[in-house]
């Protein structure tokens, strides 16, 4: 019997998860298609995926795809970075609409119209843009970072230059802790991190003894104070693999990524942290990304037996991967 499911924004037929997997399996070979999955993404897609990772493996990750089309679960900013440095590839994404609340923080004519502020004021600095940017953000900066190598680039940046630091607002913060670097931020954030519940999260380390708390940079600081390992999402997955006695940990980030935990350090114990609801102040299960969550192994499949929604080159690309390349390789 087929059951309707709402999955994003339209009702799709639920379809055995095996069955698609099989099916998956046999487009692949028959389009040449690679499949690469961001750690945020359902456990179902990671399984069935070539590469998984963060965003800086992923994106090392794409220049190295044998095939001749790259199928990226992720978000669309994940998806305009593959095609960017595969120009000659064919880059497909299961949907269009999964974007980013940071991306989206900071359009690209806005962080231009400021940093042509920033010049009539005399300012000499360089743009350094969390990789959670669109490719026309991409366009007008001067270094790309991820969680995994944000302290390495910062450290690129000539003493002389002040540091234009986009979009994330929290990791920027956090970055100038870290490396003692001041920082003008732009007043970005992502809506999954952004809402991690201070007192839920006191109540899970009271609830669970013993517990260590892990949290990706992008939370807010009042959440970073009372965590005992900040990382990126690989850098978490080799913390919480270092660790051998069994351990319960508490996690700040994309409840997704506690599938790569599982997988990776099966010994452990992990326990998403609640977000909360800004409008009603609820204790929610937020800290799941909607964007992420409309990758569904149906899509995946759609868009391989399709070749549709398909990442098409633009312009701008080409100083997006001047960036990008100098940056990430």
């Known amino acids: 019997m087929s059951l309707p499911v709402i999955t994003g924004d339209k009702e799709e037929v639920y379809e055995d998860p095996l069955d698609l997997m099989d099916e998956i399996d046999e487009l692949k070979k028959e389009k040449d298609a690679s499949i690469l999955a961001h750690f945020y993404v359902d456990g179902e897609i990671q399984d069935i995926a070539d590469f998984t990772g963060d965003s800086l493996k992923l994106a090392r990750d794409a220049t190295k795809v044998k095939t001749s089309t790259i199928v990226f679960s992720g978000v669309h900013f994940m998806g305009e970075s593959a095609k960017i440095m595969n120009p000659e590839k064919r880059v497909l994404i299961p949907d269009m609409l999964a974007g980013c609340s940071l991306a989206e923080s900071c359009p690209a004519d806005q962080l231009g119209s400021f940093q042509e502020q920033l010049r009539a004021e005399g300012r000499s600095f360089e743009t350094v843009a969390y990789i959670n940017t669109s490719a026309a953000v991409k366009s007008l900066c001067d270094w790309i970072v991820t969680s995994g190598n944000a302290q390495e680039i910062i450290g690129r940046v000539p003493d002389d230059k002040e540091i234009l630091f986009v979009p994330d607002q929290h990791l920027g913060r ?152 100098k940056s990430l390789l």
């Open 174 to 325: 956090y970055l100038m802790e870290v490396t003692g670097r001041k920082m003008i931020l732009w007043p970005g954030s992502c809506m999954v991190h952004e809402v991690f519940s201070i007192q839920d999260l006191i109540r899970a380390k009271r609830n669970n003894p013993g517990s260590k708390v892990i949290a990706h940079p992008e939370c807010p600081q009042n959440i970073l104070e009372i965590t005992d390992f900040i990382g990126g999402t690989e850098k978490m997955r080799q913390h919480v693999m270092s660790v051998k006695e069994p351990t319960t940990f508490l996690v700040a980030t994309e409840s997704a990524m506690i599938h790569a935990f599982e997988k990776s350090a099966p010994q452990h114990n992990f326990v998403p942290v609640p977000g909360i609801m800004v409008d009603t102040g609820e204790t929610c299960a937020c800290n799941r990304c909607p964007h992420m969550a409309r990758n569904t192994l149906q899509k995946v499949r759609d868009c391989l037996r399709d070749g549709t929604p398909e990442i098409v080159w633009q312009d701008y690309f080409e100083k997006a991967r001047a960036v990008l390349d």
